[in-house]
């Protein structure tokens, strides 16, 4: 080897040295920042609990949930987690909380710094701070002007403000005590229902003289279990039979239900069991688009069980809520426990197509003689004499056994004479007629 090559050879070493050390360098480096791309955040305050508490709630157990989830909100608010405390809170509950997070949620501006689920639970807030505030009662006092130094307290914490409707607990016992200069304190005891709006005249008597009577109605004696009794019974128009066939002719069923009403809020639940008399006296009937010999003088003793259940809205009229409006409709199933459908061959008197309202009833094929037309063995109707008992529905008859209840709309009018009593006034449209129904209601 020369002597040039070997000193550039000797020139090259310090290089590629220096070289080798910058790429070693580099490569450390990126090492080092890959490697730190790939290790797990560093978690943060309130992260374990709030995984935990989504957890616990997403499976129902909402209980277990609270104190993890209420940790890491305290720890660092995030609107996903707040939105599933406040989820918590209503499946125990505990509305007021609820809404006052839901309303906290709904009123933050969605940024950069806001995952997709807290943009979407802040979208989300906004419908559920709507819905747990209807079900939120409220009390609003009506302090008449010339009351001076007016205080009024619910359960010893005082009203700032007396002339703006004040949110509640609901069913929980809520003391209210009324106090304004020169007259006397007035203490009740209240107990709203979920979505109750109540309202109270604040009426003192000066000192001295007897307390005026309160106008409202005192909750703790407005009971949310009632049990009833009164009339129910239907009216079918004969354009209802006429739906399905010619002839027939106006009915009324008389009957009565027991009840046992659950009230929640503006809301009513009713369970019935009511009992209907569908009777029917001699009526010519024929199927629809049949000839005049087809005709039948069809009788009922029909004995028939209805249970119900229906679910009415209430809309108050007065102040001291004693008239309301109901609104609603239910579902249900009747059973014919006793009686028959009886079918008997019609024919007319002069043996001339004519009124099938003065048609008689056949004796047997062809009696009286020369009914033969009307009177006869040639259809499915061959023994339909001497007051023939239909089959039921089920055996290809057309006697009811098992049959569909529904009434819809039902609108009515409920009066509260006192605290505890209720008479219920209402109508409806239903599968067997018009339905009317009068009874009253006892708060157990």
């Avoid at 249970?307 to 409709?329: K, P, Q």
Wanted: glycine share 10%; aromatic share 8%; with cysteine.
């Amino acid at each position: 080897m020369s002597k040039r090559h070997s000193s550039a050879r000797l020139r090259a070493r310090p290089a590629l040295r220096s070289a080798s050390r910058s790429g070693a360098f580099v490569c450390a480096a990126l090492g080092l920042f890959l490697c730190l791309r790939a290790s797990p955040a560093r978690a943060e305050a309130g992260d374990e609990e709030a995984r935990q508490g989504l957890a616990l709630a997403k499976a129902g157990q909402c209980v277990e949930a609270l104190p993890l989830l209420e940790e890491a909100e305290a720890a660092r608010h995030r609107p996903s987690t707040a939105l599933v405390l406040a989820d918590c809170y209503v499946n125990t509950g505990e509305l007021l909380q609820a809404g006052v997070l839901y309303h906290m949620v709904a009123d933050e501006k969605p940024t950069r710094a806001h995952s997709a689920a807290d943009r979407a639970a802040i979208k989300a807030a906004v419908r559920k701070a709507r819905e747990v505030d209807a079900r939120i009662p409220t009390i609003t006092f009506l302090v008449p002007s010339e009351y001076e130094g007016v205080e009024i307290t619910l359960n010893g914490d005082p009203l700032e403000r007396t002339d703006e409707p004040r949110k509640v607990s609901p069913d929980v016992t809520i003391k209210v005590v009324m106090r304004a200069k020169g007259r006397k304190e007035r203490a009740e005891e209240l107990f709203l229902a979920e979505g109750e709006r109540r309202v109270i005249d604040v009426k003192l008597a000066p000192r001295g003289q007897e307390s005026d009577k309160p106008s409202s109605i005192s909750p703790k004696s407005e009971p949310r279990l009632w049990l009833g009794a009164g009339y129910r019974g239907y009216v079918v128009p004969r354009f209802v039979m006429n739906i399905f066939g010619d002839g027939g002719r106006t009915v009324a069923v008389p009957g009565g239900a027991a009840t046992l009403t659950r009230t929640s809020g503006a809301f009513d639940y009713a369970f019935s069991l009511g009992y209907g008399a569908y009777f029917l006296g001699p009526t010519p009937f024929k199927p629809s688009g049949t000839p005049d010999t087809e005709y039948e003088i069809v009788e009922s003793d029909l004995h028939a069980l209805e249970a119900t259940f229906e679910v009415r809205y209430n809309v108050m009229l007065d102040r001291s809520r004693r008239w309301r409006l109901r609104i609603g409709g239910g579902v249900g199933v009747g059973f014919t426990f006793l009686g028959g459908l009886y079918r008997t061959q019609a024919f007319p008197a002069t043996l001339t197509p004519g009124d099938p309202y003065t048609y008689a009833k056949c004796r047997g094929p062809n009696d009286p003689a020369g009914s033969y037309r009307y009177c006869n063995q040639l259809d499915k109707d061959a023994d339909h004499y001497d007051g023939y008992a239909d089959k039921s529905w089920f055996d290809r008859g057309a006697r009811p056994l098992v049959y569909p209840w529904v009434a819809l709309p039902e609108i009515g009018i409920s009066f509260h004479p006192s605290p505890r009593v209720a008479i219920d006034l209402d109508v409806a449209t239903s599968l067997s007629g018009l339905m009317t129904s009068l009874g009253v209601r006892f708060g157990l």
